[in-house]
C-alpha cells in the first residue's frame, strides 16, 4: 500500500524535471455516454452532472480528480457549452471571446496565488491525446513549480537577447513561408522548427506578457485566430482533428517575462497516421519529422480557407 | 464507468462579480469544490440567443 504523504512530486534528477504523481486519476470517469456526460448541465430529473444548473454558458470548476491541489497548484475544468456536441472551433465568436476573458480571469485569480508559480490553461482533444470526456472543454493546471518548457522558453529570452516569441514573430513575417493566418492582432504560423506535422503557433504581435496586458480587440482576435485554426484542422483531413492546444503566459512567480502565444500539437500526420513519440524523441529528446514546415504551411493555408 | 455521485451545491457563499465583459457567480459544491459560471454581460435576448452555441 502506497504511503499517502509520498503523493505529490518527485524530483527527477536524471532529466531535471519533477513528476506529478495523482493516483486518484485512475479512477477517473472514461468516455461515458452522452446520458452520462458529468459536464452537461444537470436536467430536471435526470442524472446529476458536475453542473447542477439547467443550462450554462461557460463553467469552471475544480477537477475532481486533481493532478494538483491547494496548497500545492490547482486542477480546474473549463467546459466551453452546454451543448454535449461540437467542439471549441464551432463555438460562436461571441462564445469564443467569452472564452478568453474565462482564460483571463482563472490566470490573473490563480497566478495571484502563493503556491502557483505557472498557469497553463490547455485543451486536449480527441481520444488520440487521451481525452477522457467527449463535451467540449479544456482544463487549467496551476503548477506549484515552474515546469520544464516555459523555463525552455526563458531561456530562449536569454539566448535571443529579448523576447524570444518577439524575435521568432519577426523572423516568421521576414520569411513568409511558414504564415498560414493573419489578422490585426495574431499571426499563425507553423514554427520554423515544428515537431509535429501540423504544428501552429498563434502569437500576438504586440508584446504582452499574459492575457491580463491584452486589449478588449486582442482577445477577440485571438479567439478568432484559434477558431479559424482548428476549423482548418478539421477540414484538412475531412475529419475531427485531435490535438493538444497550450496558452503560454508569464510564469506567476514574480517573473514578469513571457509572450502570449498559443501552440498546437496535432499527433495526425496523415488522415490515418499518428506520429508517436518513440525511441529517438523518448530515448534522446530528439523529434524527427517526416514532414517539413513550409508544406506543411501551404497545406494548411488551403484547409483553413476550405473551414473558414 | 464509475457512477457520478450527486454534486449538489451546498447553498452558501454564492456571490456575483464583474470582470470585463463578463459577470461570474461563484458556487461552493457540497463536497467543497468551487464551481464559477460566467456569463456575458449583455440584454437577455441576446444571452438567450447565445446560450445554445
Partial sequence: MSDRSEIGQRFQELRGEQVAYAIDRQERTFLPPAEHCPLCPTRPGGEPTEIPFEAFEIAVFDNRFPAFQAPHGAAEVVVYTDSHTGSFGTLSPARASELMWVWRHRYAELGAREDVAYVLIFENRGVEVGVTLHHPHGQIYAYPFLPPVPALELAADARLGGCAPCELLRRELVDGRRGVYENDSIVVYVPYAARWAYEAHAVLRAHRPSLLECEPGELDALADALQRLVRGYDALFERPFPYVMAVHQAPTDGRARGHVHVELYPPLRTAEKLKYLAGSEQGAGTFISDTLPEDSAATLRRAIADGA | ?53
Fill in chain 2, 1 to 53: 464507468m464509475e457512477e457520478h455521485t450527486s454534486h449538489k451545491l451546498d447553498g452558501k457563499d454564492k456571490r456575483s462579480e464583474h470582470f470585463g465583459p463578463i459577470v461570474l457567480t461563484r458556487h461552493v459544491k457540497d463536497d467543497g469544490r468551487a464551481l464559477i459560471v460566467y456569463e456575458r454581460t449583455r440584454d437577455k435576448s441576446a444571452a438567450a440567443k447565445d446560450r445554445r452555441s
